[in-house]
């Protein structure tokens, strides 16, 4: 797979993966809670015909909670159908430190954008989850719920306040197990979380040195206030990163919603190594297409059938949910019979209106060593470390180098806003940009092979670039086009010019002095508009968060602007439900993980009424 790109993109992975670990994990025994009596006697088991009530296609987020969900009820068969392996068996996948040597493995789709303009045209990953759990299994495991706008916003576009900030709160809770360990309460709201959903969620258990100096500088600076808890409604400011750890190990929708306890569940079965195909067109009366059946093959094995009888649940993500849509015959139709596909339905809004946040590093170099670039440098310390953390799951690999997380706005009186309107309407709890600094060099350049480094990374949370998503002409059933749009409109490269500017002001407060704090990349270029651009676009990347690729709608509203109704099924079809990232409508301003969990939550409620 290595030949697929270029020298500079391959740095993503390697520059930011430690040294080689050994494979020996001690395994914890995972939670086995199960909300239903494992003991009922009225549950059926699945169909030995291949017929299922649900059919649900992808393991990921969305896909493990309704799974885990819908077969509560013991008289419901479900069918959960992932294309990855199962989430065992990696120590990548559950040493919080190493999770981006999941990047670019077996458990990684391996997908690249196509060459973006914005980029300058480079071709850089796209990393999706290929494993139960999806990208939950692989990802950095930053928590964030988003602004209370994010939620009220989809409940007046859907003319339905039961998606609003406060409605919503069950469902966050539902989903998260907050476990404050040695953190003190200035770090977090209580009455803000969760304290037995499956999700195990935690702060930062280290005292890393980066800690103190980030909060001294972020006040000094006047750049971010100081936010106790960012997942309260309003993330604006520096908060405590919260992270979906539990007991030093990932928590994945794998290790959470699909526990030993779920899989033991006679009436649910779950397939790993499985890639559907297609779903498949049902020969029944009635004005709407009725689609029942999907198409896979398990392994090299041979190509199978799977009824349902209720519902077909697409949750294979924002990438292959559309894709697979439209290797079925369903999307828009020049898409599909420029692709030698034969159009079924046609569905204009398949695949389009991809969204995306886009990230820029910017490391600066410190005179602390105790940067965890001597953790990647230093075998022997990384193997001491791993040593501690197998025997007691404690130490400084029980959580990625992050410590706090910041979020802001644009002034009110940016320039960019006499041109265009805020696409946060104005709310100032809604940010434009969020900065991760890590302990770190973090960069798509290669790490310097002596010095110390601080990474600072930064995001656009209120993207205005739009692309999407399609099946490759030349290979229909290979690779999809991902064109992701990024950077295409101005508002996006005034944000990330406006934050590298505000973080290197961050950078001269008197708490880095004594760090000998120096960017490592050119200063003149933040006197430069022209320069600054340049350095943006030939350094960014896509930030895997991308959403809207099959997006909800009110069931009134105009043919071909979005996929799916209020109730996750597919306009103009009969037999399918769409539950995953692709129906998000708008780019959540913080991490996608979350939001999807809580659909999906929201979702089964829906599908189980």
Request: glycine letters at 8%.
């Amino acid at each position: 797979m290595l030949p697929r790109f270029s020298t500079l993109i391959l740095l993503v992975a390697v520059v930011f993966a430690p040294l080689k670990a050994t494979s020996n994990v001690l395994p914890r025994q995972e939670d086995t809670s199960d909300s239903a009596d494992a003991a009922d006697s009225a549950r059926p088991p699945p169909s030995s015909t291949n017929e299922y009530d649900y059919v649900i296609v992808g393991g990921g987020a969305a896909g493990s909670v309704l799974a885990s969900r819908l077969t509560e009820d013991r008289k419901i068969t479900v069918l959960l159908i992932e294309g990855g392996p199962d989430n065992t068996g990696k120590l990548e996948g559950v040493v919080p430190y190493i999770y981006q040597r999941t990047f670019m493995s077996d458990w990684d789709y391996n997908y690249t954008l196509t060459a973006q303009p914005g980029f300058n045209n480079r071709i850089t990953p796209y990393f999706r989850g290929h494993v139960l759990g999806g990208s939950t299994s692989i990802n950095g495991m930053t928590y964030t719920r988003g602004p209370a706008a994010d939620w009220n916003k989809i409940a007046d576009y859907l003319g339905d306040q039961s998606w609003n900030w406060n409605n919503m709160q069950p469902y966050f809770k539902k989903n998260e197990q907050f476990i404050p360990g040695v953190s003190p309460s200035n770090r977090y709201l209580a009455s803000a979380h969760g304290t037995s959903g499956p999700i195990g969620v935690s702060e930062s258990q280290i005292n890393a040195w980066l800690y103190q100096p980030t909060l001294d500088a972020a006040q000094q600076s006047g750049v971010w206030a100081y936010n106790r808890d960012g997942n309260t409604g309003n993330p604006i400011g520096i908060s405590w990163q919260q992270f979906a750890i539990k007991n030093g190990e990932r928590s994945s929708a794998a290790t959470g919603y699909l526990n030993q306890q779920v899989r033991a569940r006679s009436n649910l079965k779950i397939l790993v190594n499985s890639r559907v195909s297609r779903v498949l067109k049902a020969s029944s009366p009635g004005p709407q297409p009725k689609f029942s059946q999907v198409e896979y093959k398990t392994g090299n094995g041979p190509v199978v059938l799977a009824t349902a009888k209720k519902d077909i649940i697409l949750s294979a993500g924002t990438i292959d949910t559309p894709t697979l849509l439209q290797r079925s015959g369903i999307g828009a139709t020049a898409d599909l019979t420029g692709a030698g596909i034969t159009p079924v339905v046609n569905i204009p809004a398949v695949g389009k209106n991809f969204v995306d946040h886009v990230g820029i590093p910017a490391p600066w170099s410190v005179n602390s060593t105790l940067t965890d670039d001597e953790i990647d440098r230093n075998t022997t310390l990384f193997n001491e470390l791993l040593a501690e953390w197998n025997q007691s799951r404690t130490g400084r690999l029980t959580t990625t180098n992050l410590g706090h997380i910041q979020w802001s706005r644009l002034p009110s009186n940016a320039t960019i806003f006499q041109q265009y309107p805020d696409p946060q309407g104005g709310h100032a709890d809604a940010p434009h940009w969020e900065a991760l600094l890590a302990n770190k060099w973090t960069s798509l350049t290669p790490r310097p092979a002596t010095g110390n480094w601080v990474g600072m990374t930064h995001f656009v949370m209120s993207p205005m670039s739009r692309g999407d998503v399609k099946i490759n002409p030349a290979d229909p059933n290979g690779p999809p086009l991902i064109n992701s749009g990024s950077l295409s409109h101005p508002f996006d490269i005034f944000v990330l010019r406006y934050a590298i500017r505000q973080t290197a002001r961050f950078f001269t407060a008197p708490a880095w002095q004594a760090f000998n704090a120096q960017p490592a990349f050119d200063a003149s270029i933040l006197t430069s508009d022209a320069a600054l651009d340049n350095f943006i676009r030939s350094n960014s990347f896509g930030g895997a968060h991308g959403v809207a690729t099959a997006k909800i709608g009110k069931a009134n509203s105009p043919a071909g602007t979005d996929v799916v109704g209020p109730n996750f099924r597919i306009k103009g079809i009969r037999g399918v439900r769409i539950v995953d990232a692709s129906v998000i409508p708008f780019s959540p301003s913080g991490h996608s993980m979350v939001p999807v969990y809580v659909f999906a939550e929201k979702a089964a409620d829906i599908i189980k009424a």
